[in-house]
């Protein structure tokens, strides 16, 4: 069930939304919409699925990533922590693993918090966290055959708390095995070119 909005409310967010796209519009970079993000103010998810597909139909629009689901739009997206995994398929639209990951490692002096960091595992090296990274790709090569079109790693870098990035907050640190993390992906996606 989605919550109820006050009329303001659902003014506002059209109007922003509509604004969003205006800006951002001429950006190749984006190759997709999405309205909503994890059921976070998630509302009319149909109408207004249908009404960001009528005012762009250049991209595909991911209703909802990982929140509500309703057979609209583009793509059917979940969020699966730690570890990848497609638990809905829908036939007729992409099937995507919008988050998965989450492997946390902490590294001092890098911390926007020195005291209450998070991730959905904890690691205490490069090494324990390239190796659980290993663990969940060899699980898409199990996945992506059902079905699943894509698959999004979270995260790039650490976001104030959440120190489960492949990079420290301040970007100076790479936190994996960097050669064997490049390595890893680029046979991922040599497999997925048969």
Request: glycine share 8%.
């Amino acid at each position: 069930m989605e919550p109820e909005r006050s009329a303001e409310s659902e003014a506002n967010y059209r109007k922003e939304w509509k604004e969003i796209m205006d800006c951002l519009y001429s950006y190749p970079c984006i190759g997709m919409w999405i309205p909503f993000n994890e059921r976070w103010g998630q509302f009319k998810t149909v109408d207004i699925a249908e009404w960001t597909q009528q005012y762009d139909p250049s991209r595909p629009v991911n209703p909802a990533s990982g929140g509500n689901f309703f057979r609209t739009g583009d793509v059917l997206d979940v969020h699966s922590y730690p570890h990848p995994d497609m638990y809905l398929f829908d036939s007729k639209r992409a099937n995507v693993i919008g988050e998965y990951g989450g492997i946390g490692l902490a590294l001092k002096d890098h911390l926007w918090w020195n005291d209450r960091n998070w991730g959905y595992v904890q690691f205490n090296t490069p090494k324990d966290v390239t190796d659980k990274y290993e663990e969940y790709i060899n699980m898409l090569y199990d996945i992506v055959p059902r079905g699943v079109t894509g698959a999004v790693y979270t995260q790039t870098t650490d976001v104030e708390g959440e120190v489960n990035g492949l990079l420290t907050y301040d970007r100076k640190v790479v936190k994996v095995e960097k050669d064997r993390t490049a390595k890893l992906n680029r046979k991922l996606a040599k497999s997925l070119e048969k």
